[in-house]
């Protein structure tokens, strides 16, 4: 042990960043030891605080020599606690860059081994860092807006969030939902129409009262939702409008929707409006509408964006398939869109894309374990993967997305 360390204490070098955002480094016994707020290559004293055989978790005590993309993150409720936001230490131009490492790491780890090595992983330009957000899902502390605490169950009510839309920050900073145990708020950024979706309800609990909103925000309660009454926004994304229901998914934000649109065309290659598109776990249209093939098919599961879906692609000749992917009959396809949630396809979702016959598939992964699983699969099922692309659609936090192109072979 190092003089002037006490017993939990480790001075150690970081090598990467893995799964998750935590930083991994090396005991001087060759433990692992995670470490949420390193960045590679820094030289840290830690304090471990939850010690196992083969792996130790530990605290950043100080940063001895730090990363050159190391910053003081800047927002006050970080500071305060909260559990959000995770990655805010480094600068927003690099983190297109950690997460593609973190990608590359994951692919080169692979139980199928060094077959993924060759795949070319790269990491698309940055997006705005701030004020991006255009849906929130909310804690409520007394009538509060509130994020969870780092690693805890406690709650911060907060005075701003530095990543949600203006639009959404100012609900979430003036806002009062008495008696509601979650808000989700969401804004449409270029049409300026805003939600806030109270669980469980409007009229909640005991000491519930009228929620308390900025001019122009619609409150609905998921009781109301769920009795049928209907409440959506509008968003602009590429030159299309899009309907979007209090409970359909939605990206991140128009920029990052645009930047993901942008990606999965250079997965796809060259398509005109001919080409037989299949968008699959489609949401409320995005693809379809963006990529500009006539008659598109596009097969989501949720009744909401079935809803939402038929009205944004009305015009273009679409077949919108209430389903889910694994009980959908398949119909032929040049390309496929998948965009499927953090589970990823799984072998009944590469099945459904195998069945298509198509010759180029976009997957577009927002977890990282399941894209180097589903790789794998499309792998086995006759799809090389001939890229992939980073596309930052949640800066300064952990979260990775990344586009993978793959032709039949
Ligand atoms: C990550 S979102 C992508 C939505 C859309 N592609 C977009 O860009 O807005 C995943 C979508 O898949 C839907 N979904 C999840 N599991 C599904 C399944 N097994 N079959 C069909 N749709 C599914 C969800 O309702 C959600 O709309």
């Known amino acids: 042990m190092d003089p002037g360390l006490d017993s939990s204490e480790r001075v150690v070098d970081v090598e990467r960043l893995v799964t998750g955002g935590a930083a991994l480094a090396h005991e001087p016994t060759g433990r692992v030891v995670m470490i949420p707020g390193a960045l590679p290559g820094e030289r840290v004293r830690v304090r471990l605080v939850d010690e196992r055989p083969r792996m130790s978790t530990a605290a950043v005590e100080r940063v001895l020599e730090p990363s050159p993309v190391r910053v003081a993150p800047p927002c006050v409720e970080l500071a305060n606690g909260c559990g959000g936001c995770d990655l805010q230490h480094a600068a927003p131009p690099a983190q297109p860059g950690l997460k593609a490492d973190i990608v590359r790491d994951a692919l080169g ?11 070319a992983v790269t990491a698309g330009e940055a997006l705005p860092p701030w004020r991006y957000r255009t849906t929130v899902r909310c804690a409520v502390d007394g009538d509060r807006l509130a994020f969870h605490e780092r690693r805890s169950d406690a709650l911060l009510a907060v005075g701003d969030c530095p990543v949600a839309h203006e639009l959404v920050a100012e609900v979430i900073r003036d806002g009062r939902f008495p008696g509601a145990e979650e808000v989700t708020v969401r804004a449409g950024a270029r049409t300026g129409e805003r939600l806030a979706v109270v669980s469980p309800s409007v009229g909640g609990g005991d000491e519930a009262g009228p929620a308390v909103v900025p001019e122009g ?3 609905v309660g998921v009781d109301e939702l769920r009795a049928g009454r209907r409440a959506w926004f509008h ?12 409970q359909s998914f939605f990206q991140s934000g128009p920029e990052g929707a645009e930047a993901l649109v942008a990606a999965v065309r250079r997965a796809l290659g060259p398509i005109d409006p001919a080409t037989r598109l299949v968008d699959l776990y489609g949401g409320v249209g995005l693809f379809a509408a963006v990529l500009g093939t006539d008659r598109p098919v596009l ?3 949720s009744a ?3 809803a939402d879906a038929r009205v944004n692609l009305e015009g273009t000749g679409a077949t919108v398939v209430r389903s889910s992917v694994e009980r959908w009959r398949p119909s032929r396809a040049d390309v496929v869109v998948a965009d499927p949630a953090r589970a990823g396809l799984g072998r009944d979702g590469v099945s459904a894309v195998a069945a298509t016959g198509a010759a180029r598939v976009a997957l577009v992964s927002c977890d990282v374990a399941s894209l180097v699983r589903d790789v794998g699969l499309l792998a086995d099922a006759g799809y090389r993967a001939t890229g992939i692309e980073v596309v930052d659609m949640f800066p300064n936090t952990h979260h ?3 586009v993978t192109a793959l032709e039949r072979s």
Not at 109 to 119: P, Q, S
Not at 235 to 246: C, D, K, L, T, Y
């Open 109 to 119: 780890r692979a139980v199928r081994g060094g077959r993924f090595d060759e795949i």
């Open 217 to 219: 925000v619609r409150v």
């Open 235 to 246: 968003e602009e994304v590429a030159g299309h409008r899009f309907r979007i229901s209090a």
């Open 299 to 301: 097969v989501e599961r």
């Open 304 to 306: 909401s964006s079935v």
């Open 400 to 402: 990775v997305e990344a």
